[in-house]
């Protein structure tokens, strides 16, 4: 099952020509290739159509099919404008947050900070500590920016994408950033919907559409009560019902169902089995790569309650080209403009520790060895427990990393050395 949200609307204008054809591949479409049409920012925002085909020349004889007569799929691109997301609690709390790094007395001595992993966490990181005055040193194993939002180009100059990303009316931080580097106008706004594939009935869709007159939370109660393709009327008083606690329980509540998981949480709340096969296994594995009975209740309450209170909360936008460009290198720009540093190929071997266990220096394959004030590891936490020097795997606070694995969307972050205080 798959969460959609890039098709906007019915109706598919062919007069408009294609301005640039790329095609792309991800490891989960092995067998066979995507080709994504772009068109004309003018005329549309991100439109992706998929097309499952056998070779180029089928390919190319397939579009023109389409251009000239057509195509039985019906769809608008509508340059949507970006919603007012900046007078949310949430966003106000994250520029104020983030103004104070920019506002803070500059260090009498700036901190020379040494960041593993430029993905999204080190590049932000990175910002934040330059604009707080301090100097960082951003190293990056591989050769491309962006670790899970890296991008490649083809020897045609087409761009393959690790994969599609959402950035929600919900992200207050990363939404804040796209402000603060100039770049709002990158994120491609789509219509208030989130479309669903069905799994009982293949090929078909089906959709939470969020009206935009009304405030939240009735704009996602609407949407979940017009939806009659996926939920019976019985299966949504139901699944209503079993939202109850976490609306009125707030955050404690939220944090209280860590220990369960979604499919142990969907039965105690008396929702019905397809409700979760529906919808959870698809928010479950959109959110965090894995299906309801691993993933903790807490995860998608948090999605909720934010979609939940937020009007735009869960509006989603796309950027408007590859991330390392148009993303990655303004903050990459903004980094060096402060003074900061930022290294490809810079893969880091071993944590080397001083005489009292704290980080003497980090060395890299390369064999070069990098010594800051203070040291932080963005790095996914795998990644981190390989690196792990010897001395540290008997510290309690390290061995708290044992139970952890991996999954594309939450790492662990640590920052070694000294606290680092701004506000
Ligand atoms: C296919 C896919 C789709 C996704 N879709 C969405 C979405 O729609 N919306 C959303 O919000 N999130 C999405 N995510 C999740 C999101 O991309 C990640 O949560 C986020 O990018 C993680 O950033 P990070 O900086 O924490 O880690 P990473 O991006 O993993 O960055 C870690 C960096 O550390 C580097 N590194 C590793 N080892 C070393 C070493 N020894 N030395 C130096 N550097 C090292 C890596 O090369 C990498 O660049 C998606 C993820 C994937 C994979």
Not at 132 to 139: N, Q, T
Not at 280 to 294: R, V
Request: aromatic share 8%.
């Amino acid at each position: 099952m798959a969460l959609y949200g890039s098709i906007s609307s019915p109706n598919l204008n062919w007069q408009i020509g294609p301005k640039t054809i790329s095609k792309s591949t991800s490891s989960s479409m092995n067998s066979y290739t995507t080709i994504s049409l772009s068109f004309s920012s003018s005329v549309s925002m991100g439109l992706n159509l998929r097309f499952n085909l056998a070779s180029p020349s089928t390919r190319a004889a397939k579009i023109n099919r389409l251009r000239n007569h057509g195509s039985p799929l019906k769809v608008v691109c509508i340059d949507y404008p970006r919603p007012e997301l900046d007078d949310t609690v949430n966003f106000i709390e994250a520029s104020y947050l983030s103004s104070t790094f920019r506002a803070s007395p500059r260090p009498t001595k700036p901190l020379k900070v040494v960041i593993a992993g430029a993905g999204l966490a080190g590049l932000s990181t990175a910002k934040y500590l330059a604009d707080a005055g301090h100097k960082p040193i951003l190293l990056e194993a591989r050769d491309v920016l962006g670790g899970k939002v890296a991008a490649w180009k083809d020897e045609d100059g087409d761009w393959y994408e690790t994969g599609l990303h959402i950035f929600f009316g919900a992200y207050p931080n990363v939404q804040n950033l796209f402000g603060e580097l100039g770049i709002n106008d990158r994120l491609q706004w789509k219509e208030h919907s989130m479309i669903f594939a069905m799994p009982s009935k293949p090929g078909e869709f089906s959709r939470f559409d969020f009206p935009e007159v009304l405030p939240s939370p009735l704009n996602g109660i609407w949407a979940i009560l017009r939806n009659n393709e996926m939920l019976t009327w019985p299966e949504k008083i139901k699944f209503a019902i079993g939202l109850l606690p976490a609306m009125l329980g707030g955050q404690a509540y939220v944090e209280a169902q860590d220990g369960v998981s979604v499919k142990e949480w969907m039965r105690k709340q008396g929702i019905p089995e397809r409700v979760t096969d529906e919808v959870f296994i698809a928010m479950s594995k959109a959110l965090n790569f894995i299906n309801p009975d691993e993933l903790s209740m807490q995860c998608i309450l948090i999605a909720l309650n934010r979609f939940l209170q937020e009007k735009h909360g869960s509006k989603m936008a796309f950027l408007d080209g590859n991330p390392p460009e148009r993303l990655c290198m303004p903050i990459v720009d903004h980094i060096q403009s402060l003074g900061g540093e930022v290294h490809l190929n810079s893969r880091i071997k071993n944590i080397e520790l001083n005489d009292d266990n704290t980080v003497k220096s980090f060395l890299l394959t390369n064999g070069k060895v990098i010594e800051g004030d203070a040291y932080v590891s963005a790095a996914p936490v795998d990644i981190l427990k390989l690196l792990l020097p010897e001395n540290w795997k008997g510290v309690p606070y390290f061995q708290r990393l044992d139970k952890l694995v991996g999954v594309p969307v939450i790492n662990v972050h640590i920052c070694c050395g000294i606290c680092l205080q701004f506000y």
